[in-house]
């Protein structure tokens, strides 16, 4: 889901020279952590913008509180929007920062350039497997970030490392939980897991059931289709998972006569009565 | 009539009782399912928070009630809360009253908030058009008709979607009484099957366009 930390109308203010100057200068920290942003958030594909952003990658300056690079975190988000394949090195380098949220920001990045030179440094940090997966004493994070891992894992198609992320359906952390279940339903196609997440859209937690459909919603799982229409939660998010249901469904269905399958048309009748 | 009441006033008093997630779903379900005037203030105001199980209960029991619910909510409609705001859409589009018209007409192609304008779309489709003067119909049939066409060209996947199941249903109703402005409609779906970006709307129009043919 886009994060907007802006206003539109404060989004509107920069051109693009002004945000790739912005985010050249090394005075004012807000103003390049914005240009960061914003370039990514308005898909500047420009050479000298990427150019700026792989700087910025490696960027000592700015520093927050914790220790962390907020710029680079923004420069990471950024560089995956727009779809750059030359970044993929830079940001595989950057899964071995100290800093959780730039190693989470470049693993993101990673799954939607969805680039299997990511799996070996990806796979690495699942070492230690489910046992070494712990809270880091004082933070609100685990040691990696294995939400965003695995998923990616699950993307960029990985399989060989299946056996690595299967224990993790296990784990404590329901959200840690759901991406395995999805990448292991998009690395076997085995509905075990995909009726993983199918129960969690009866669970407790608001939060968790949205994420539960959003999960349904990436790997098309169709069977979930009279599940999540009935799922307490916004008809806006649950006519997202079932487009990611009926995108699915006539994709592996495409023929020459271009005829709707009866799962199709039974997913856009549940998306109907959710208008 | 004095126990009825009070039990009513007993079921009002558990929603606003009601101290977690699931104690306010159940207690709005016994409420909707009581179907009674008395209880549309506190169903409407349910709508407000943010809990989207019980506002699903609230939309249902406040379509059950039907017709009273129309003027409190149009005079009651919260202009700050589009969650809110999106709920209330559901409930004029289910009662179908076409004393809410203008406020669809309005808020489909106008309110800031994707789920407001995918919920008017969706309504105007539904419109009883029964209920409206006769003379009245045809005049409000065709602002309908080029509202549902501006908004099939919204930014958003989702009000173009609700726009073309909006148009499919006017299509449906114009068959019979006003043949001659269904073509305009066909055009649209063929049009959307071919240019538009999104999958799930080449699908749509297309479900619509063969439902309807």
Sequence with gaps: MEQDYFGVGEAEQLTVEQAIANLRQKEDLGSRYYAAWWLGRFRVKEPEAIEVLLMALEDESDRAPDGGYPLRRNAARALGKLGEKRAVPPLIRCLEFPDFYVREAATQALEVLNDNRAIPALVKLLDGGVAKAQFVPGKPHLVQPYEAIIEALGTIGATEATTLIEPFIEHTVEKVKYAAARAMYQLTGNSVYGEILVRALAGEDLQLRRSALMDLGAIGYISAGEAIAETLAENSMKLIALKGLLEEEINQNVNQSLELTQESIKVMELMDSLL | ?213
């Design chain 2, 1 to 213: 009539m004095t126990k009825i009441l009070t039990d009513i006033e007993t079921l009002i008093e558990a929603v606003n009782k009601a101290d977690s997630a699931d104690g306010l779903l159940e207690a709005v379900e016994d409420l909707a399912a009581a179907k009674a005037v008395e209880a549309i203030p506190t169903l409407v105001e349910v709508l407000g928070y943010n809990n989207p199980g019980a506002a699903v209960a609230a939309v249902d029991g406040l379509i059950e009630i039907g017709e009273p619910v129309v003027p409190y909510l149009l005079t009651n409609l919260d202009d700050y809360n589009y969650g809110a705001r999106a709920w209330a859409l559901r409930v004029f589009a289910g009662v179908g009253d076409p004393s809410a018209l203008d406020l669809l007409l309005k808020a489909a192609v106008t309110d800031f908030s994707q789920s407001v304008r995918r919920a008017a779309a969706r309504g105007l489709g539904i419109i009883r058009w029964s209920k409206l003067a006769p003379e009245k119909v045809l005049p409000a049939q065709k602002e309908v008709l080029q509202t549902l066409l501006l908004a099939s060209s919204d930014g958003e996947w989702v009000v173009r979607y609700a726009a073309v199941v909006g148009l499919q249903s006017l299509a449906k109703t114009l068959a019979t009484t006003q043949p001659k402005l269904v073509p305009e409609i066909t055009a649209k779906f063929q049009e959307v099957m071919q240019t538009d970006s999104e999958l799930v709307m080449r699908a749509r129009a297309q479900l619509a366009w063969q439902q309807i043919n």
